[in-house]
């Protein structure tokens, strides 16, 4: 990642923007997660893990926090790797599972879940879990929102006809709907910029907060009636009434 003279590699640049964005978003919600315990972190989709390590180090060397991370993915063989070097750096409260979203028992109350590019549904999964576990904190970079793209119809024609524009209107949409169910379940969400529009197209970030009770969200399914849209996310807390 760096040079000789200890510069970034300019071809990684992009990926350490983003890890110091994000890092800002975590130091945010310190205050929020308990000090006389375990803290027990579940990230979503860790894939290679880079932003994982990461938190792992800041919250347990930088920050001296008594944490536990998770790091749960489908791939075994990026799994296998992840867990090789957690034992060579002697991160004992680093671990990382082959598993899937859906479906996902932790064995311990979770207090905050990380989604970093949870393709498509997968981020309604992490997001329904979260919820459903009662998770204080949530933080959530979505990622490829085809699916109410590919539900709307052309009953919107001035927003529907020019594909690009579609594509566009139906992943703001998406993270629109996400942001207005998680208030209604009894969060308090920022929609943020995650990292600058030239560095990465998927830059927005959902930070929410456990903070009320739950509320009716009627008026989100009024609205993905106009649309004809029906949300992985809104499917899942509505069966779970």
């Known amino acids: 990642v760096m040079t000789s003279d200890g510069k970034i590699v300019r071809t990684k640049f992009d990926k350490f923007r ?3 964005r994000f890092l800002e978003f975590v130091e945010d919600i ?3 997660l308990p000090e006389d315990r375990e803290v027990s972190i579940l990230d979503f989709g860790c894939g290679k893990s880079y932003l994982t390590f990461v938190l792992y180090y800041y919250l347990t060397v930088i920050r001296k926090l008594n944490a536990n991370v998770i ?4 791939k075994s063989e990026v799994i296998e790797k992840c867990n090789i070097v957690a034992e060579k750096y002697g991160y004992k409260n680093l671990e ?3 598993g899937n979203i859906d479906g ?3 064995q311990k109350q979770i207090d905050m879940v990380v989604s970093l590019h949870a393709c498509d549904t997968a981020t309604d999964y992490a997001l329904f879990n979260a919820i459903s576990w009662n998770v204080p904190i949530i933080l959530s970079v979505p990622c490829c929102q085809h699916e109410i793209n590919s539900q709307m119809k052309n009953s919107w024609p001035i927003m529907t006809k020019y594909g690009l524009i579609k594509e566009r209107f139906c992943t703001l949409l998406t993270d629109s709907i996400r ?3 998680l208030e209604s379940m009894g969060y308090s969400v920022q929609i943020m910029e995650f990292i600058d529009m030239e560095h990465t197209a998927k830059n927005v970030l959902i930070r929410a907060i456990k903070k009320d009770s739950k ?3 009627n008026h989100i399914q009024e609205l993905c009636q106009q649309f004809d849209i029906c949300p992985t996310l809104l499917k899942l807390l509505d069966s779970n009434k």
């Open 96 to 98: 990382f599972q082959i």
């Open 71 to 74: 790091g749960l993915d489908l």
């Open 215 to 217: 509320k009716p969200f």
């Open 18 to 20: 983003q890890i110091n």
């Open 30 to 32: 310190l205050p929020q």
């Open 179 to 181: 942001a207005n169910l």
């Open 104 to 106: 996902f028992k932790p």
